[in-house]
């Protein structure tokens, strides 16, 4: 009709209004608003998995964890990745996810809690604390996990794949300890990275045949005795001369022992083994917080060896020998094992390959998009595919200059770059009261489902059990409470 806009008629008298308020709008199921077409709309938040809060468009409840998610078929992996400025409420979401599927039976596993977030919470849920450190408690590199014993139990077909993927995993992580431990990679030259893989293999026959897992210094007396075999493959012409070739790779395990920079955590049995069929936390805060060297090794460490009981456990469901179960494996502050040493992103991304195979879901957690920026680009490649195959994710509050970064992984509208600048603002003193408000972005998240869904902004608030079990500011209680006095 001639004159007939959104907003009436654009005429004298026509009723036209400049301005139209919007409708006060609810949250009901479709059975609930059934009569009221055609004043309802459906909404694209799926009501699956963890309940994390509302949405702070429309109110609505806001769901979503990895393992539910992929179960459901929403996404395409159980993995996801949680990223936020400091105080934003990071391990609160995580917490959240993992008291939720905890009580459908999967089991979390915090592999490496630093300062410690999550202990109260595996307590809370029945679960097992592992304290890691210096004179605390020793995790073995080359154990191949809880369930190590049982691999005799396997047809022969699974049991030689099993012990084919526990060697590889002891490579890899003593190799990341050398690397981490002598700021530098394997010499192939010196066929370094070979002597090991060997070495690894002769410790593993000789130590199982007394009934015990190998240890570092195993390693150490494998490689002095110069075999044979060791000696063509750096085609050494005598013992003499490999001792000379392999001499840097022997300075550098023994420097990983007991009088080395991360005494006695690394050179010692298992302390404790961990129990795959309950939750387990392994409580690194024991250790010094500057000691980022010493953290990030054993960050590395435990992820392997939780790793290595997962899969195994995996292995004997498949053999009818244990029951299925699942898994949930935090891999909190990333950030702290990147800095530490960049040559990790390699063990980190070796050991996240293969999780959806292995019935294993995911949440790495760091901070910015600046953790993933390494001095390569080969190196920022791999480490920002962490985000990439991560198939949710949760953002919480991030400076301006982090928008360009994180859209080199996936797009963001105007919008949606703006809110998550939004909440990285800090807490203000409202000047009529002299009351303390807290940062706008404490407890707000936004999580994106794939490149093209839209963000889904929620608010979370904490439960007074969640209170009670997940306090990250426990150590300035007494100084905060003096401060509202």
């Not at 029951?323 to 996240?352: C, F, G, K, N, Y």
Request: proline fraction near 6%; include cysteine; charged fraction near 20%.
């Amino acid at each position: 009709m001639p004159g007939l806009t959104a907003k009436g008629f654009d005429m004298a008298d026509g009723g036209r209004c400049s301005w139209v308020e919007a409708p006060p709008e609810f949250a009901a199921t479709s059975a609930q608003t059934a009569g009221l077409w055609p004043y309802c709309v459906g909404t694209s938040s799926p009501l699956i998995g963890a309940p994390l809060g509302r949405n702070t468009n429309n109110g609505s409840v806001v769901c979503g964890d990895p393992i539910s998610l992929f179960i459901r078929g929403t996404i395409s992996s159980p993995s996801g990745f949680i990223m936020g400025l400091n105080g934003r409420g990071k391990s609160s979401v995580t917490v959240r996810i993992c008291i939720y599927l905890s009580s459908l039976s999967f089991v979390p596993l915090i592999l490496g809690d630093l300062k410690p977030d999550y202990v109260g919470m595996i307590k809370e849920i029945g679960g097992q604390v592992i304290r890691v450190g210096p004179g605390i408690g020793s995790v073995n590199p080359l154990d191949a996990g809880p369930l190590w014993n049982r691999v005799d139990e396997l047809p022969v077909a699974k049991r030689n794949e099993l012990l084919s993927e526990i060697h590889t995993r002891r490579v890899n992580t003593v190799r990341g300890l050398l690397e981490l431990a002598r700021g530098r990679g394997l010499d192939t030259e010196k066929q370094e990275p070979t002597v090991l893989s060997m070495a690894v293999r002769v410790a593993t026959v000789r130590a199982e045949a007394e009934g015990r897992q190998p240890l570092l210094g195993d390693l150490v007396t494998a490689i002095r005795e110069a075999p044979a075999e060791m000696q063509a493959v750096t085609l050494a012409n005598d013992a003499a001369e490999f001792r000379a070739e392999s001499k840097s790779l022997v300075k550098g395990l023994i420097g990983l022992l007991e009088d080395g920079p991360f005494g006695d955590v690394f050179c010692k049995p298992t302390t404790r083994q961990m129990q795959v069929d309950r939750p387990a936390c392994f409580d690194v805060s024991g250790v010094d917080i500057s000691d980022e060297m010493m953290r990030a090794a054993i960050q590395i460490v435990c992820w392997a060896y939780g790793q290595a009981g997962v899969s195994a456990a995996k292995t004997l469901a498949v053999a009818g020998l244990e029951p299925e179960r699942h898994h949930l494996m935090i891999m909190d502050e990333l950030w702290q094992t990147l800095r530490a040493s960049e040559l990790l992103v390699h063990q980190i991304d070796a050991l996240t390959r293969l999780n959806r195979q292995k019935g294993l879901g995911q949440i790495m957690i760091t901070h910015t998009m600046k953790d993933l920026t390494l001095s390569t680009e080969q190196l920022s490649e791999i480490a920002r595919g962490f985000l990439e195959r991560s198939s949710v994710k949760y953002f919480g509050g991030l400076a301006r200059n982090e928008m360009e970064l994180l859209e080199q992984v996936l797009p963001l509208s105007q919008r949606e770059k703006d809110l998550l600048v939004e909440w990285s603002a800090e807490g203000a003193t409202d000047p009529r009261t002299g009351q303390s408000l807290p940062p706008p972005g404490r407890g707000r998240f936004m999580m994106k489902l794939g490149e093209n869904a839209p963000g889904v902004p929620f608010k979370m608030n904490l439960t007074d059990t969640e209170h009670r079990i997940h306090d990250t500011n426990e150590a300035w209680v007494e100084a905060m409470a003096r401060a509202r006095a």
